[in-house]
Structures are given as C-alpha cells and as structure tokens.
C-alpha cells in the first residue's frame, strides 16, 4: 500500500528544483505549490513518462476512478496487473515514474501508538517508485505496489516498487525489463518518525 508520498521542495534538491521549472514551463499558471509537499489521493503531481516517443514530465492526477464513480484507485498490485483488466494495457503501454523524495505508511510497532513514517532512499534524495497511467479522459496514474521488504513489513505488509536512477528510461521503454523489475527484491530504505507535513524527527 501506498497512500500518501512526499515532494520536499524545501530542502534544495536540484532534481525537484528543475522539475518543477519544467512544470511551470509547460502548465502556464499552475500553482507549483499544489503538487508539491504531502501528495494525497485525487491529488496532481509530477511524472515521467513517454509523451510522442520522449521521456517528459506531465502533470496527472494520483488514483484511477472506480467504476461505481465512488473514489478512486490509487495503487495496483505488480503480481496480477498484467493480467487485470483495469490495469493491463496501462502496464504493456502507459508506464510512468512517481517522482517523490519518501512515502509515507502508518503503522504500529510493538509498544508503541501507531505511528506515520516516512521511507526514503538512504543514499540519495529522490526516491523513484514504478507506476502506470490512463487517460479518463485526464491523465491519472496509479503506483505499482509488491510485498513490502525487510525494511517496511513491520509498519505494512505492501511497498511501491522502486526503481533505481539509471532504470529510468528502461522502465518506460521496455516491457520485459519492466516485468523483471516488478519481480525481484525491493531497495534498501530508510525510517523515520514522520510529525505532520513532511517534518521528521
């Protein structure tokens, strides 16, 4: 499960600084403040994805509406969504890179409250997890989820699937890559104690 990430736009990432200029750039009057910070269901964010054959960033919106019209979908399971209708052609076609520096999940440790935490990619600041999107007819995406590794299952039995920098271009452009990628184990992460908007202690 994934239901919430972060964008941190206030700790001086060159990666986020350019994204958002490229979103400014190509969606003339867009608050940049909207679809930044804590990034909820239903909300708009950045991607990556192929746009006329060239990776791209797009503004879309975080779940996929449901059938019955009540709320929307905002993760797939990688185990079965080559195989679900709501998901197939998305992953053989529509795949997309969440770009985040850390998600969130709410758990309880033993002799503790529950909690929220914060997970990030220790050796850098951005955090990349494996999606898809569709057209509804807006842009929106869901982010591909697998069992949680080592480093979550004690909070959350699910984790997005992560990608690693260089993995990028590949993940967007080749199915079977992507396939394996949504097979094998997850990255190494790191925990904090997340207190309100994205402030850790």
């Not at 972060?6 to 867009?30: H, Q």
């Not at 964010?45 to 879309?60: C, D, K, V």
């Not at 992953?91 to 309880?108: A, D, M, N, P, Q």
Request: with cysteine; aromatic share 10%; hydrophobic share 40%.
């Amino acid at each position: 499960m994934c239901g919430r990430y972060l964008i941190a736009c206030d700790e001086g990432i060159a990666e986020i600084e350019k994204i958002l200029m490229d979103i400014s750039d190509n969606y003339s009057g867009t608050d940049i403040t909207a679809c930044t910070g804590e990034i909820f269901p239903s909300g708009n964010a950045p991607i990556l994805s192929l746009q006329n054959g060239r990776p791209s960033i797009s503004l879309m919106t975080w779940g996929f509406p449901k059938w019955d019209g009540k709320g929307v979908i905002i993760n797939a399971r990688s185990e079965t969504a080559a195989e679900k209708k709501m998901f197939r052609e998305s992953l053989l076609h529509r795949r997309c890179v969440i770009l985040s520096t850390g998600f969130y999940e709410w758990g309880k440790l033993s002799g503790r409250a529950k909690e929220k935490y914060r997970f990030n990619d220790p050796s850098g600041p951005m955090l990349y997890m494996a999606g898809t999107y569709n057209m509804f007819p807006d842009s929106r995406f869901v982010v591909l989820t697998c069992d949680a590794n080592e480093y979550v299952r004690d909070i959350h039995d699910r984790m997005p699937v992560m990608l690693y920098k260089d993995e990028l271009i590949r993940w967007l452009t080749d199915y079977e890559f992507a396939i394996g990628v949504m097979k094998r184990d997850n990255a190494v992460l790191e925990r904090t104690v997340a207190l309100g908007k994205g402030n850790e202690i």
